[in-house]
T-cell receptor
Framework: EDQVTQSPEALRLQEGESSSLNCSYTVSGLRGLFWYRQDPGKGPEFLFTLYSAGEEKEKERLKATLTKKESFLHITAPKPEDSATYLCAVQAGYGGATNKLIFGTGTLLAVQP | NAGVTQTPKFRILKIGQSMTLQCTQDMNHNYMYWYRQDPGMGLKLIYYSVGAGITDKGEVPNGYNVSRSTTEDFPLRLELAAPSQTSVYFC???????????FGSGTRLTVV
């Protein structure tokens, strides 16, 4: 069964304290791994797509990396405005609904000034 | 450019009542999706559509129905509401397979 697990469930950082969020997955044929950011009361907002092991993407203080079993979202020198829930999702390549995303439960990040 | 618009934003239903959650997108995306989000459970796919006139079940379709008569609209119908349907519902769209989703801002539904 396709599965996505994110850790930790919650993370509290001081402003400027770098850290990483983890997304481990088991899928039958990975077509893509997606990272989204979700603010309270809003829908998820797209951050990155990674397609193959070794791929990296960056956006401001965020960098996403991908291996054959997991992805990391590295946050460098975070600011309070980076506080949000970060969701990981995978797109599997077999079976019906091949475009559907399977989501993890997210990591709630709080960055304190 | 509005993106994906969901209405209403909040709704309280009594057990057994019915309602339709509206979703409209103005990006000419072929693919549209309905997810529900429960605390600690992640987003679960209810129904999806790959184009006008084509819909299919997702992971948790029981108690829901959908239709897709136009590219823009993808309403979700709840028949005989139950407390287990208390959740936040998100509609999303994408231009095609493997493409990123654009989400609406959600509908928070409470069934009492």
């Amino acid at each position: 069964e396709d599965q996505v697990t994110q850790s930790p469930e919650a993370l509290r950082l001081q402003e400027g304290e770098s850290s990483s969020l983890n997304c481990s997955y088991t899928v039958s044929g990975l077509r893509g791994l997606f990272w989204y950011r979700q603010d309270p009361g809003k829908g998820p907002e797209f951050l990155f797509t990674l397609y193959s092991a070794g791929e990296e993407k960056e956006k401001e203080r965020l960098k996403a990396t991908l291996t054959k079993k997991e992805s990391f979202l590295h946050i460098t020198a975070p600011k309070p405005e980076d506080s949000a829930t970060y969701l990981c999702a995978v797109q599997a390549g077999y079976g019906g609904a091949t475009n559907k995303l399977i989501f993890g439960t997210g990591t709630l990040l709080a960055v304190q000034p | 450019n509005a993106g994906v618009t969901q209405t209403p934003k909040f709704r309280i239903l009594k057990i057994g009542q019915s309602m339709t959650l509206q979703c409209t997108q103005d990006m000419n995306h072929n693919y549209m999706y309905w997810y529900r989000q429960d605390p600690g459970m992640g987003l679960k796919l209810i129904y999806y559509s790959v184009g006008a006139g084509i819909t299919d079940k997702g992971e948790v379709p029981n108690g829901y129905n959908v239709s897709r008569s136009t590219t823009e609209d993808f309403p979700l119908r709840l028949e005989l509401a139950a407390p287990s349907q208390t959740s936040v519902y998100f509609c999303a769209s994408s231009p095609g397979g493997g493409a990123r989703y654009t989400f609406g801002s959600g509908t928070r539904l409470t069934v009492v």
